[in-house]
């Protein structure tokens, strides 16, 4: 059975870091697309950074230069280092899985194949 669990999420300053995991399980992560997901309060769910099988990425221009995906293909985990936080950045973040190996804008080509539950981010200011 395919499983997302995501971790790191939490409290923090404006201004401060947090590095959000997500153990996958049953899926490989070096053979699809993955990608991480926020929705805020009363907001649709945005994609806000994608990173192909290859490696390739895209950002939200809301949090290009702020945030950093990357995957451990050995551990089968995928990571998002968020730096220099802003409030606009509180939000339920979200691990997801693509179907295929490919990126299109702001999400996986091909279509989200699983979730993972979720974790709360919350950045005061």
């Known amino acids: 059975q395919v499983q997302l669990v995501e971790s790191g999420g939490g409290s923090v300053q404006a201004g401060g870091s947090l590095r959000l995991s997500c153990e996958v399980s049953e899926y490989t992560v070096s053979s699809h697309c993955m990608a991480w997901f926020r929705q805020a309060a009363g907001s649709e769910r945005e994609g806000v950074a994608i990173?192909?099988?290859?490696?390739?990425?895209i950002y939200a221009d809301s949090v290009k230069d702020r945030f950093t995906i990357s995957k451990d293909s050995a551990k089968n985990i995928l990571y998002l280092q968020m730096n220099s936080l802003k409030p606009e950045d509180t939000a339920i973040y979200y691990c997801?899985?693509?179907?295929?190996?490919?990126?299109?804008?702001?999400?996986?080509?091909?279509?989200?194949?699983?979730w993972g539950q979720g974790t709360q981010v919350t950045v005061s200011s």
């Open positions: 990173i192909a099988s290859f490696g390739s990425t």
């Open positions: 997801a899985a693509g179907r295929g190996a490919y990126t299109r804008p702001n999400t996986c080509a091909g279509g989200i194949a699983y």
